[in-house]
């Protein structure tokens, strides 16, 4: 059995969610993320909703999960995240999302891109606490009782003087769960992320908060467990720099560079299967960009193609890499270490109950 290390046992979250990127943590990435696991849900990026009722194909197109029953290849759940600010318009595409069978249905009340923000839509939502009151009853409504509704925000747009007044909006509307981003809009992505702020919201409400920002290490995940009251986290940017980063935040040993050099080939020909020739080579830099942030391993890597955008030379450059040349058969290596954690899960949740 794979040890747990005795001092996390306070603060290991009960739920790991993975977090919606637009531009960045989109199907392709959510399937190899989950194929290295320890995530139990993800959420997509943003579907977004103007005046006009989208047909099937546009949900199908950001979310292709719904064709396989709203889960990853691996198997994780997906829900869909709308984002908009006309309820009726809102609650509509939400009943024929629903229709499609995602595991859930997730409103968008966090987007800080100006060119979001600029159309009513994400964070500057935060600043109309009855709107986003009316926009997720409204969803609430239109989708059947047994599938869930959930949003996501930002402490506010400019300030979090109304966080709580937006979180009590939420919870009063009939939302299931609500993530909370502990920044404002104007904060971005700067540090800090202000966990402490967010129990003060998951005091403020009867629902599930589960929070979210700046988690990167286990520590920076065990200081946001304590200081802000949650048990569940969203991982983003951290999980995206560091793909082993919730089995280790759930006190097991994460996948070293083999194991995640071994899903960079299948990545890259899943980009280029998906994404214009012009934009994929984009993709595989911006995943390394940030993997180099934990691996010297992918610093090297991202030093070979930084300057290459031609897609023939950076699949030579992948299948010719030393580095990932001896790594082709660690996706077997790496099926069979996460078996071995589900059957390290099932023996933990029989002693429990024995005990």
Request: glycine share 8%; charged share 20%.
């Amino acid at each position: 059995m794979l040890a747990t290390s005795p001092s996390l046992h306070r603060l290991l979250p009960r739920r790991l969610l993975l977090a919606p990127m637009e531009g960045l943590l989109d199907a392709t990435l959510r399937d190899t993320l989950t194929r290295i696991g320890g995530v139990d849900l993800c959420v997509s990026e943003f579907i977004r909703i103007t005046d006009q009722l989208l047909p099937p194909r546009v949900f199908r197109r950001i979310v292709p999960e719904l064709d396989a029953g709203g889960r990853t290849p691996a198997g994780t759940p997906v829900r869909a995240q709308l984002l908009g600010s006309d309820p009726a318009c809102v609650a509509e595409n939400a009943a024929r999302l629903a229709e499609l069978g995602p595991a859930g249905v997730d409103l968008n009340f966090g987007c800080p891109a100006p060119v979001v923000n600029r159309h009513r839509g994400g964070a500057v939502l935060l600043d109309e606490p009855k709107l986003v009151h009316a926009i997720v009853a409204a969803v609430r409504r239109a989708v059947p009782a047994c599938m869930p509704v959930s949003a996501k925000m930002r402490l506010g747009h400019r300030d979090a003087g109304r966080m709580l007044e937006n979180a009590q909006a939420i919870a009063a509307a009939g939302a299931s769960e609500l993530v909370v981003h502990g920044r404002t809009k104007v904060d971005g992505y700067r540090p800090p992320a202000y966990w402490d702020r967010i129990g003060h919201i998951r005091e403020a409400v009867g629902i599930p908060v589960v929070a979210n920002g700046e988690v990167w290490t286990v520590a920076d995940a065990q200081r946001c467990l304590a200081e802000s009251g949650c048990d569940a986290l969203m991982l983003g940017r951290g999980m995206v720099a560091d793909p082993g980063l919730a089995w280790a935040v759930r006190g097991h040993a994460a996948p070293d560079w083999p194991a995640v050099a071994a899903q960079l080939l299948p990545f890259w020909r899943s980009v280029s299967a998906r994404v214009a020739p012009r934009h994929s080579a984009g993709r595989l830099k911006q995943w390394l960009n940030l993997l180099r942030r934990r691996f010297a391993e992918a610093q090297v890597l991202y030093d070979r193609v930084r300057t290459v955008s031609d897609p023939r030379a950076v699949e030579a450059l992948l299948t010719s890499a030393p580095d990932l040349a001896g790594h082709l058969d660690d996706q077997t290596q790496l099926v069979a270490l996460v078996l071995d954690r589900d059957v390290v899960a099932v023996d933990g949740a029989a002693e429990a109950a024995l005990g």
